[in-house]
């Protein structure tokens, strides 16, 4: 019996060598994910990558043969997978440069830190002279722009929020925008060793603390809050928050005192909300006609706020949308509006319900994990902006307050990451990934990414190899033991790397001459020393234990307490050093879509707007509740909710009887980007006019259509368009949409199988 850690929890498993024999959550897990399941039934399924490949016209005319994700691969030897991969290699950085390598490689690929793939390509492409990469993430690529403007820094709300322990004594009222979803909190980057999202909330709730959840989804709060559920149209958050504010405004319920010391540019703001420069009073009447909620509501809940130990929690969804700004910057706003940024229970919070750290207390120590080298490229992209950069080389585009350039990329290295998973807009990606020479893909499985390369190089999976992890915020240090053999021929992505860095001559450079063994030995007791710790066992000692506990100097953190005891002392790293309620720099920028405080925008795609006469129905693709994005997507987990082999979409019954459609029906969901299948689930958790289509089915395109999925992958519907031009962020949250019966007979997936190969070409070039 060993235990593993995942993303998505630990779990403990007896192994035959070959396969997991049986799994089982850690027994220290008070709340554990049935996502464990997924792991083991996906390890030897027929889409699980064997050994290497090349497409097909790649190998048989060269860099740039035009095909990409719609040719047979060849099967080779790793012997000429190295050979032709190191030869390509070269070729590009001799005749190009290495800012024609794009290495940004998004992805969150497994838990372990040696292992860590995104570490393993940055310092592979840094030993070959560098490569472009990318700022911010998906998640939060909106926060981590807008944050620092604001209170001076992102990771202040993601490292360092008021713990639930807190708001589990003080909070008397949790305002959730975007809900607290126990799906999306049971994972955490790293991984989570005890769930308690189900714990803290019952804990709040029994204690009298009552929570009000605004959400189009019933359930993105647990049933433990016993919340209010209040329904906006979605996108239109920004609207019912300054009503709140208006109503704080005008009935003397704004902390004056609190917005002279600790804030800046209140003034503007406030004028805005009263209607001085437009004539428009963001009164509870108006925000009722956008938001659907009634004005009365949104009067006695600014109210109730005023009146309570309150916490403003935002999820990270609102911002990875059009307009993400706004609401946003308006949470920070109504809680220093409220007076309580700094008290115990009270304040703003950003993702308690989004991941499992937010809200446990900071780890005094980070874990052991490798280093990255340095690049000598300085060019980057936002990394949204994957397909505009692939299809505009030379294109000019706004950044925070920054005009950039997109460099010209002949070849495009991913390990770790599913781009046809998690872009928007997947037809416009897939004429994307046409426009590079060459494509190189490591993955464990044949994902949609995979199977638009040109080298496909199986890597093992966590279970496969030895490794050791922890969590962001998380106590528990774990040694990861190689639980299986590896699958087929696959290789740990070091090894690949390793031996390609050999035949382009910077071997040393890359392994120093360690095995996996000696790294995990030397990253280890590099750390021990460091650490300095006599609590801290040897390497051997941690290798044979269940665990480390890793300490927590302050186990109940209030955000911010230090700045309100003394603002003077513990400035915020913001120009005024003040949370910035106007922000002159952001001002400054003269972005039409993000002025210098929040404001009511209309996002481009919302059920209040002209397109949703076409497309009725606001589609919501969130997290996934049965897996990580796409990950393991073919696991037992993750197929026991799919309807026809279609990943699920739920709708109104309201909906659903006006289109004449029935529970269990397969459907076509269409815009004017794309179309795909999924499979009808009723169900008045929803909000009407809302349809709910998770991510993560792998994209199946028709061969013939890529803009039409025929599993059930959202991101064909979703545009490619930026939050904003401040950010560039990821708006991929919510699209319009009209879903009809599907019609004629039900088309054959092909990704649950793996893609067309070419054996007998395979001799020719081995
Ligand atoms: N419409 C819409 N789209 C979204 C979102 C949304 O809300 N709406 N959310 C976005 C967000 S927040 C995110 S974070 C992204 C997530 O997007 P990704 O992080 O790209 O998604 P994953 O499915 O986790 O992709 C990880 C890949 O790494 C592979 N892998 C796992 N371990 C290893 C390893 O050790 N080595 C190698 N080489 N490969 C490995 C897995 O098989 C998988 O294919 O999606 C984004 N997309
Ligand atoms: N099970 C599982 N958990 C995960 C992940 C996963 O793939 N699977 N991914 C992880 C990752 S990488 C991330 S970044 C986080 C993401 O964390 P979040 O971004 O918070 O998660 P989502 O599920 O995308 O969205 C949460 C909820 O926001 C609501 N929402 C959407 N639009 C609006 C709106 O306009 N207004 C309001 N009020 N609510 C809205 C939706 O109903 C949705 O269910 O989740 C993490 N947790
Ligand atoms: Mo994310």
Avoid at 524 to 550: G, I, K, T
Wanted: glycine share 10%; hydrophobic share 40%; proline share 7%.
């Amino acid at each position: 019996m060993t235990t593993h850690l995942t993303h998505w929890g630990v779990f403990e498993a007896d192994s035959d060598g070959e396969r997991l024999t049986s799994v089982r959550p850690w027994r220290g897990d008070p709340e554990p994910m049935a996502l464990i399941e997924n792991v083991a039934s996906a390890q030897h399924h027929p889409t699980r990558i064997d050994q290497p490949y090349v497409r097909q016209g790649w190998l048989e005319r060269g860099p740039g043969a035009t095909g990409r994700g719609d040719e047979p691969f060849v099967p080779v030897s790793w012997e000429t997978a190295f050979e032709l991969l190191s030869g390509e290699l070269s070729r590009v950085y001799r005749e190009h440069g290495a800012e024609s390598v794009y290495g940004g490689s998004y992805g969150w690929a497994s838990a372990g830190r040696f292992h860590h793939a995104q570490s393993q390509v940055h310092r592979f492409l840094n030993c070959l002279g560098g490569y472009v990469r990318h700022v911010n993430s998906y998640s939060l690529g909106t926060s981590e722009v807008l944050l620092p403007h604001v209170i001076g820094s992102a990771e202040l709300l993601l490292g360092h929020a008021t713990a639930k322990s807190v708001l589990v004594e003080h909070a008397e009222l949790v305002v959730a925008f975007g809900g607290l979803s126990p799906k999306n909190s049971a994972v955490s980057p790293g991984g989570v060793s005890r769930h308690n999202t189900k714990t803290w909330i019952g804990a709040a709730r029994a204690r009298g603390c009552r929570f009000v959840s605004i959400s189009p989804l019933r359930d993105d709060i647990p049933a433990e809050a016993e919340a209010e559920w209040i329904a906006p149209r979605p996108g239109s958050d920004t609207a019912l928050m300054l009503a709140l504010a208006q109503v704080l405004d005008a009935d003397g319920l704004a902390d004056k005192e609190f917005l002279d010391r600790y804030t800046v540019g209140y003034d503007r703001f406030v004028g805005y909300v009263r209607g001085e420069a437009d004539g428009v009073v963001k009164d509870p009447g108006w925000a009722e006609s956008i938001t659907g909620v009634s004005a009365e509501r949104i009067r006695t809940l600014a109210h109730e706020m005023a009146a309570a130990r309150t916490m403003i929690s935002v999820s990270w969804s609102l911002q990875r949308a059009e307009r993400g700004v706004q609401p946003l910057w308006l949470g920070v706003v109504l809680a220093a509006m409220l007076g309580q940024i700094g008290l115990p229970g009270g304040g703003f919070g950003h993702g308690y319900g989004s991941s499992a750290h937010v809200g446990e207390p900071a780890r005094g120590r980070s874990v052991p994990r490798v280093r990255q080298g340095s690049n000598g490229v300085a060019t980057f992209i936002p990394v949204a902006r994957i397909a505009d950069m692939l299809l505009n080389p030379g294109q000019t585009f706004d950044y925070n307050g920054a005009l950039l350039v997109y460099p010209d990329i002949k070849l495009v290295y991913w390990c770790g990451g599913n781009p046809f998973h998690h872009h928007q807009d997947l037809a416009r990606l897939h004429a994307a990934f046409a426009r590079p020479e060459t494509v190189v893909v490591h993955d464990a499985f044949w994902t949609a990414t995979a199977r638009h390369a040109d080298f496909v190089l199986p890597a093992t999976m966590s279970i496969e190899r030895d490794d050791y992890g922890a969590g962001q915020n998380d106590r528990e240090f774990f040694p990861m033991k190689a639980l299986t053999r590896p699958h087929g021929v696959s290789r740990d992505d070091y090894a690949i790397f390793g031996e390609l860095a050999e035949r382009i001559g910077v071997g040393k450079e890359f392994t120093e001459g360690r095995t996996v063994d000696e790294w995990l030995r030397h990253l280890y007791e590099q750390w021990r020393a460091e650490v300095n710790d006599p609590a801290v066992p040897d390497f051997d000692e941690f290798w044979d234990s269940e665990s480390l506990a890793l300490p927590t100097p302050d186990p109940d953190p209030v955000l911010l307490s230090d700045f309100r005891a003394d603002p003077e002392r513990f400035p915020l790293a913001t120009p005024s050093g003040r949370i910035e309620i106007f922000s002159a720099t952001i001002d400054g920028f003269g972005y039409a879509d993000c002025p210098g405080h929040p404001v009511w925008l209309e996002p481009e795609e919302w059920l209040g707007g002209a397109s949703a006469a076409r497309f009725p129905l606001q589609l919501v693709a969130n997290q996934p509740r049965t897996k990580l994005h796409s990950q393991l997507d073919v696991g037992a987990h993750s197929r026991s909710v799919k309807i026809a082999g279609r990943e699920p979409v739920r709708l109104h019954p309201d909906d659903a009887a006006a289109r004449g459609l029935r529970d269990g029906d397969i459907v076509r969901i269409f815009n004017d980007r794309g179309s795909c299948l999924a499979g009808l689930v009723i169900d008045d958790a929803i909000r009407p006019q809302v349809a709910q289509l998770s991510t993560g089915a792998w994209y199946d395109p028709d061969p013939a259509d890529p803009t039409f999925c025929r599993h059930g992958n959202p991101n064909v519907l979703t545009a490619d368009r930026p939050a904003s031009s401040l950010s560039q962020g990821c708006s991929g949250q919510l699209a319009l949409v009209e879903i009809e019966p599907h019609r004629g007979p039900l088309p054959e997936l092909a990704v649950d199988g793996p893609p067309a190969t070419i054996a007998s070409v395979a001799q020719r070039f081995s």
